[in-house]
């Protein structure tokens, strides 16, 4: 099949952009999607002559492309709700000052639309951030009038985002995940028409955080198979511990206690193979960009296993009909 299997760079933020491109085109990866807090700075591209270059000739220079700037961090800043840990995510400077943080954090996405123009690339991998989560369990009660104040302080926050990424052509794909303001079916849809379904706003489409949540994720892919305008390969293993709930009671990922762990792909409970069959059925050429997270495995034999795992998954649709030789005329 046509569609590349890359690899997101945030996991391996402790490596420098050659090491990491080393790495990922001796296993065999294609491209890279590359994490703003990780390998590719946004201020430096816009402000350093120079450096943009050298980013494209790196990845050149291992026969590697770059399909997706992925701004998670700066994402969660514009519509989160501030806590001491939303610290780590913005300049240091900025520390414990919510709305210096939420302005720092709105203009940089913005500028982060520019720099992924810069880099040739039409894709901005992302996450919202809420101010609902804290709500998600409705005691005390939330009331409608809540939810819906929650859903305008986003539409409020990122359209003015969204404009500048039309201006410089660039699709916003959300990872639909838990502390967004859209982590599930439902909310998804109320996200979508909260904008309107402004064509500015897909998805980054990530079955590990559908199904621990028990969220068919073939469903999830084929209704809204419009919308995807990216792919995280990430799988996620449901744990047999009668005594675990899936709230994570408070544990590290990785401990074997919890109800359910994230997984180097192919050793969890998502079904790639129906997950490849759908993109088939839609069209779906763009990459495939494992995300390595598993705390119970190491690294690089997880980033090798995984693209060996979807490498061999990444099939194409049949041409022809397996019945087709049985018409008699």
């Known amino acids: ?26 296993i065999g990866y294609e491209g890279l999607e590359l994490a703003t807090h990780a390998h590719f700075n946004v201020q430096r591209a816009l402000d350093e002559k120079g450096y943009v ?31 001491p840990r939303l610290d780590n995510f913005a300049p240091s400077a900025l520390s414990g000052q919510p709305d210096k943080i939420r302005e720092w954090a ?14 040739g690339v039409q894709v901005i991998t992302c996450f919202t951030g809420s101010p609902l989560w804290a709500w998600w369990y409705s005691y005390p009660q939330t009331t409608k009038e809540m939810i819906e104040e929650g859903y305008q302080r986003i539409y409020d926050l990122w359209s003015p985002i969204f404009d500048v990424f039309d201006e410089y052509g660039i699709k916003f794909a959300l990872e639909v995940h838990p502390t967004e303001i859209a982590f599930d079916y439902y909310t998804t849809e109320a996200l979508l028409d909260t904008f309107s379904r402004r064509p500015t706003l897909g998805i980054n489409y990530d079955p590990s955080h559908l199904v621990w949540q028990g969220v068919n994720e073939l469903t999830y892919l084929r209704d809204f198979s419009d919308r995807i305008y ?27 206690r919890r109800k359910w762990n994230f997984v180097s792909v192919g050793h969890g409970d998502v079904d790639f193979d129906g997950i490849i069959r759908e993109l088939n059925q839609m069209g779906y050429e763009g990459p495939l960009s494992v995300e390595w997270e598993d705390s119970g495995m190491e690294r690089e034999t997880g980033a090798r296993e995984s693209y060996e795992y979807i490498r061999k998954m990444n099939f194409s649709p049949s041409g022809i009909a397996f019945d087709a030789a049985l018409k008699t005329e």
């Open 106 to 119: 709105v203009e940089e996405m913005k500028r982060t639309a520019k720099a992924a123009h810069l880099m």
């Open 230 to 256: 990216h792919v995280h390969i990430k799988d996620v293993k449901m744990n047999q511990n009668e005594r675990a709930g899936i709230l994570g009671s408070h544990l590290e990922f990785g401990d074997t």
């Open 53 to 83: 270059e050298y980013v494209q000739a790196t990845l050149r220079e291992h026969h590697l492309s770059c399909y997706a700037i992925s701004a998670h961090l700066t994402g969660q800043c514009v519509g989160d709700v501030w806590d």
């Open 1 to 26: 099949m046509s569609r590349p299997i890359t690899l997101a760079s945030g996991q391996f933020g402790d490596m420098s952009l050659e090491a990491l491109c080393s790495l990922a085109e001796s």
